[in-house]
């Protein structure tokens, strides 16, 4: 006897992208492949789907329900990580169920979120250095360590001009623009795109190598 199944879009697309009789798993490896994220957003949610398949390894669409989400943050409770952490995770594992829904894998009253709420979380108020804290960092002797020195000096470049990590990292000689005696950082936000103008201030810089090109 020959089993015959109904014929359907959705399969279709599915057979079409490689999905077809897979797993949550390898949906969400594929949707963040084709994603067009940010390297700093990619590693997030790479970080987030590495948990996934260590917690439930292989899972089948119509295993996605409340006991399933439910567990999986006693799981990263259960690893040590911090609330704050474990509600990024929670936050990028809602995001590709939610892309499920959208292409038909799983139907939306079955949404485990409808019943399961991500709980928010507060974040611990920032405590910023004062300028005695950061010169004593500045001055620091790491010359034997080049490669810690070249991350401090970093940092101290990031606090001095109020850059981002990301903003920072993408930084270069042809973003300082100078205007009457003074050198400007000019070059937009990866985040938003918006301008930045601030002062870059004349720090020193201990290691050899060149923080920005």
Request: net charge positive.
């Amino acid at each position: 006897m020959v089993l015959v199944e109904k014929f359907t879009f959705e399969k279709l697309d599915a057979y079409l992208k490689g999905l077809y009789n897979q797993t949550f798993n390898a949906f969400a490896r594929y949707e963040l492949s084709q994603a067009g994220y940010k390297y700093r957003h990619k590693s997030q949610h790479n970080a987030t789907l590495d948990y996934l398949d260590e917690y439930a390894p292989d899972t089948a669409f119509s295993q996605v329900d409340y006991n399933f989400v439910r567990g999986f943050n006693r799981f990263l409770q259960n690893k040590g990580l911090k609330d704050s952490t474990i509600y990024g995770h929670e936050k990028r594992l809602r995001h590709h169920l939610i892309e499920t829904i959208r292409q038909g894998y799983i139907k939306p009253e079955k949404d485990p979120y409808y019943s399961y709420k991500i709980k928010p979380v507060k974040y611990e108020t920032v405590r910023y250095l004062e300028e005695s804290e950061l010169k004593k960092l500045e001055n620091i002797d790491l010359a034997h360590s080049p490669s810690i020195e070249r991350v401090r000096d970093f940092f101290i470049f990031s606090c001095y001009t109020g850059l981002s990590f990301s903003d920072a990292a993408n930084f270069n000689k042809s973003h300082i623009k100078r205007e009457s005696g003074e050198a400007w950082v000019s070059n937009p936000r990866i985040k938003t795109g918006n301008k930045l103008y601030p002062v870059l201030f004349r720090a020193h810089f201990h290691s050899q190598t060149p923080i920005f090109s």
